[in-house]
């Protein structure tokens, strides 16, 4: 494994996401840290979260960050926020899960579960109405629960 990239959060799942838009498998270290305390991870610091890929893929994935970078390659793309929660449940994100205080509730089975036992594994942001909702789908390999919600 080769560290390709580490700093802010949303740094490095921006260039996670486009990695894996690109099928290049990634790792993430210090991700339990960013979700329990995010003001601890900087770019480079004591606790940055750290992207890594496989050694043969490193190649790749610097020429589509820089294609990213300069430019050449485009990931805006016009989703809506049902579409985009249609494609989650296809990939098996299938629970719709309520955000309250540090758990997540799952309605359909009348659980909560601490919201540190689960993975952060894609995110979209939503402008509806000058409102910002982020959707994030979790995984939880602790309760083998996949599900999505919305802040």
Known sequence: MKTLYSGEYYEV?????????????????NEMMASIEPVAITSGGFRALVLKIQDEDYEKATEVINHYKSGKLHVTMEIGKEEFIGKLEEEGYVLNLTLDDNCLYCSNTDTSYLINSFVIEKEMMFLTEEISETIRAVNSPEFNIKGYYIF
């Open 13 to 29: 799942m921006n260039i996670k996401n486009i990695l894996e838009n690109e099928n290049i498998e990634t790792i993430l270290e």
